[in-house]
């Protein structure tokens, strides 16, 4: 099995900041790309950060320049400066992971966490 434990969502107003943590545990070989999705009520899942093992990051044009994603070890982050309306969603942290060495790299999904930017 492998967990994700996501932490840091919350209430914050317009221009504010907010970090996000994703910690991953349990059965882990290797772990691929991770990554931060985003949900509102209504609408598809869409991809906000997501960064390789390599390191190479890769961003929503939305967020492009105040979101940073980063990683380290079996932990990703999002540093989400500069906050709009717009970003209220239902953040979901995001891991590929091979389980064994042998073992095709499997997504898993944290619980999700709640940002809302608002006056």
């Known amino acids: 099995q492998v967990q994700l434990v996501e932490s840091g969502g919350g209430l914050v107003q317009p221009g504010g900041s907010l970090r996000l943590s994703c910690a991953a545990s349990g059965s882990i070989f290797s772990i691929n790309a991770m990554g931060w999705y985003r949900q509102d009520p209504g609408k598809e899942r869409e991809l906000v950060a997501a960064v390789t093992s390599g390191g190479s990051t890769n961003y929503a044009d939305s967020v492009k320049g105040r979101f940073t994603i980063s990683r380290d070890n079996a932990k990703v982050y999002l540093q989400m400066n500069s906050l709009k309306p717009e970003d209220t969603a239902v953040y979901y942290c995001?891991?590929?992971?091979?389980?064994?060495?042998?073992?095709?790299?499997?997504?898993?999904w944290g619980q999700g966490t709640q940002v809302t930017v608002s006056s």
């Open positions: 995001n891991v590929e992971v091979r389980r064994w060495s042998w073992s095709a790299p499997t997504d898993y």
